[in-house]
């Protein structure tokens, strides 16, 4: 099949770009220096392309994505990186045997709910500026006290300076994560432990002061990262039908992907093609002005970029992994839900 | 069950809003007066309450939506509401006996796909002044002649004011509907047909030139439409779990549905107690500031109202149909994808 030949709104994957961005990863980060970030891509197919660049830890955003991910045999080293109080959840995954789990806990009612749940290991969770989870810094030694009473290991901490991940002052950048950072290793210190878990794709490079990297991005890359000149290539296109055209001065087209297929958090996708703009998207549309550019025929395809990659994929069942003749592979985007 | 021991992040239907949205509608635009739109709700069991309710004519965006709508017994009359040229599943939808299928055309090549997919009745679609599909008006009537020479059924005209449904001064909306409708009105004249359809929720009251309404959000709202002071009750809540809370002036608290779970085009979701105010959304959490309100504890249950329906529904697996104590039913939205 080739790629133009797939049922439109499609999720691709260009397989040169992806290939490309793991291995520049893979080599700037490896095994364990990295903890991919399961969001970002939801797929156990692409993770087991992670697996074969050598990394086995992985972070998750969901119970889904972890249980997901074992399911699929890659339980090695499971960190889920947020807070739940599923105890039933957190029980059957602590039942299995091919599954190592790490919760993050920030607070006693977390660490209650891990203890209920027979999980045997957490990372304590401290804000570092984001104001979202995580606990004072110098709370995280009483929470972790707290932990090990209940017979919980404690692997360290993490600190997820996400506030930090969109700079593209990259002095400053370096300046603010090295301030935040501070907090964690304050907490650190106090926590103990050999795990200090952070940074993402924004950060990847500059944040020295963990010891793995929560990066998931990077795999395919979107508009906002695509503005850091990072050394990763846009890997994520939606590919679409021209359905309408309108000719005229200001004459427009419009394509079958709108913002059921594209997420619309960090603002309109892009067209691949930098010479046509994006005037809005509806539902199961695209309206698009062709600038200098000839306007496209009917039935003609078209590729965009979106916006923001996680948000992205999980509209999405599944992704084609193409180059410019053939599709390669289909990735079921199987870790969707919650 | 009850709504509250419900995994999260789930999406609620509040069972006497949403029967009351549909009685209100149904007393005033009965059975074929309205044409639901299923790209609202993308459910077959919410559909077959409209059935009940005595609409058996229906709107879809997409293919999927008519396969899905005829394969659940519901094709007594459906208009795919959009251009295709995918004559492959054109094909197959018009060889099947269980299907009136309508297909929207606004171009010599959406009627030549048409033809060759052996669909046999369209309606000529207008551009009533939204920059999206659907023909000139001067242009309706050498399409309809076009369609007709290839053995095409021509239902009449369909034109979307989309661009008008968001007015809250009603009564200028009300002028330029008129303006709009001016448009379908003189298409049709050049058309012909029985079938004169538009409208929406936010116009389902003054648009009175066409003859089907092709409402759907009017079934459960969002933050958008209630604005506009229409008879219809907030229906649709995303329940979600406090998972972290931290305390001081500006304290905060982070719920575990986040943009994945919640449409973000139209802007964040509001808390369904208005005391509580959004900060920001991220892929799996919202940072909520209580205001003069109690902070919530660690595992309390939550209600959300996001911005836009139907991208939210889209992006749930299931629909729970809930009143204070009990959860009575669950629908699955088996419409989602293409």
Redesign the interface.
Known sequence: VKPDDL???ALLVDKAAFEHNVATMSSRLPGPALRPHV?AFKSTSLARELVSAGHETFCC??LREVEGMADAGMGTDLLLA?????VD?LGELSARDDLRLTVAV??D??IA?AATGGVREVLIDV?VGL????C?PGDAGRLADLARAAHIGVRGVMGYE?HLQALTDRAKQAALVERSMAKLLEAHDAVGGDVISGGGTGTHDLNTWVNEIQAGSYVLMDTQYNRLGMPFQQGLFVLA?V????SGDDG?Y?V?AG???L???HGDPDMADPAHQV?F?????T?VRPGEAAMP???DKVRMVPAHI??TI????VMHVVDDDLVHDTWPVDLR??
Chains 1, 2 share one sequence.
């Open positions: 049922r439109t709104p969001k955003a969901t947020n807070q739940t109080v599923d959840r920030d607070s009612a977390t709910a804000n104001p979202r989870c995580g004072a996400g039908t359905i309408s055209t309108t427009w419009v079958d913002l059921k297929a997420a619309m958090d005037l998207c509806s539902d199961e549309h309206t025929a009917v039935g996680d948000p999980a509209k999405h069942e839900g919650w």
